[in-house]
């Protein structure tokens, strides 16, 4: 609760005059903090800033039913159900999702961070899971714990169940001959015990899969885990999203979601986050999309041949001044034609140099040599856009081992920097990336270092604790 700095109203209790109002919808008033709560069952009601619509197009999605501001509260909940990513391969403490593990549960012998754990020891958290693993001997695989808990959820807690199989799962895509067909084979195949003494179907297991590919969000903390959310999960994909979110721990370990709008929102607008990498180009994102999320993305960004003047996804022309663009974004065997000469190449001619580049940029960041860098970005130069995704990359990496004197770097950050301002202007996405090259453009030579340092603090100000975001901050902190 915040005290009005426009109006004052009457308490919805007692209905005497009140300066205080609810911060979530900033509609209600009170006279004080115990009258706000003795509400709070009428009022949460009517406190969300979003309402739940459905069509045949985008399914169920969110549309805002107020206007609101950059940093407002949207939504704030624990998941339905989390664990371990999917397709990790990382050891992960089976009570609270840490990675630090040191020991085995003294139950079923599965990775733990600590004997005392209070995921291992709570008797409505690993105690339950604990006694079927050790009963039928599965071989500890963390990615086999989140359809694990998925199961026990189906058999013990039918409305939550219920809340859970409502979402998208996408059965009838993920069929015999599919990728996501063989990976669930092997999952099946690895619960197969579980099933059988619950008397399940392998079934269950596609529907479940599924479920987590469409739906599960990674959560920070804990690293490497997945969630799935009632609400959360219905924001719709847009590669410009209106909405940030971060996670936190609640009193039972869970990471619980918060979201926030990224900039002003206006009533009946859609809420929007984004599935992808913002980095990558428009038919990696979306073939991504596509093969995860079943649908193709028409958004502005995807639409524009040149993704918003960012030119993230543009190749060069041999004939000099020349840039080769794709005709039609939309259409994945779309002709690419260069803008200053009749020069014409196909899709399968740009992906074949595209991803060629792509595994130079790999092998040269590997080895983490400012030479090395430097003469890799110097050939991408020639013959992609200098802000390409792979030139980006390349530059990130470089400006991180070059001096402040050297000329170079300067020009390498002001084109990350405006690279990011377009593609992630509200710092969403890209905090950290953006913080970054904000810290070595404040070293160079003649730029305005306080300026720049406070605006890399700024954007990391939603980072989890503790995360390398936070750290960050942290050390420019103590430099500024």
Sequence with gaps: MQAS????????????????????????????????????SRHKLSCRPWKIEENEELGKHLIATRNLEAGDLIITEAPIIWGPALHSDKRVCVGCGNQNVAVRCPGCSWYACKVS????????????????????????RCDILLPLRMILLKKRYPSRWEALSS????????GPGTETYEETQDIIQQLQPILEAFSMSPDVLNKICGLIDV?????????????????????????????????????KSRPKIIIRAARPIKKGEHLSTTYTHVLWTTRARREHLLATKYFSCRCKRCQDPTELNSHLGTVRC?????????????DLDTKWSC????????SDEVLQLVDRLGEEVENAMSTAKESVLSDLHSKLSVLLHPGHQHCIAVAHSLIQLQSPDNMKKRELCERILQTTSVLDPYGARLALYTAVALREFASCPGEERKLHLERAIDLLKHEPHQSPGDQLKRLIQAEL
């Design 215 to 251: 739906n599960a969000l990674e959560t920070n903390p804990p690293e490497g885990s997945a969630a799935i959310y009632q609400n959360a999960c219905l924001l719709e994909h847009s590669c410009l999203a209106n909405t940030r979110h971060n996670f936190v721990l609640d009193n």
């Design 117 to 140: 754990c209070d995921g291992l020891v709570d008797a409505n958290r690993h105690a339950i899971e604990c006694k079927i693993l050790a009963k039928v001997r599965i071989i500890p």
């Design 318 to 330: 041999p004939c000099g001044p020349g840039l080769i663009l794709p005709k039609d974004p939309l």
């Design 5 to 40: 700095t426009d109006k004052s109203g009457v308490c919805a209790v007692c209905k005497s005059p009140a300066d205080l109002r609810c911060t979530g919808c900033k509609e209600e008033f009170y006279c004080n903090s115990t009258h706000q709560k003795d509400d709070w």
């Design 167 to 174: 979402l998208e799962s996408h059965e009838d895509k993920r």
């Design 339 to 346: 803008n200053s000469c009749p020069g014409v190449l196909t």
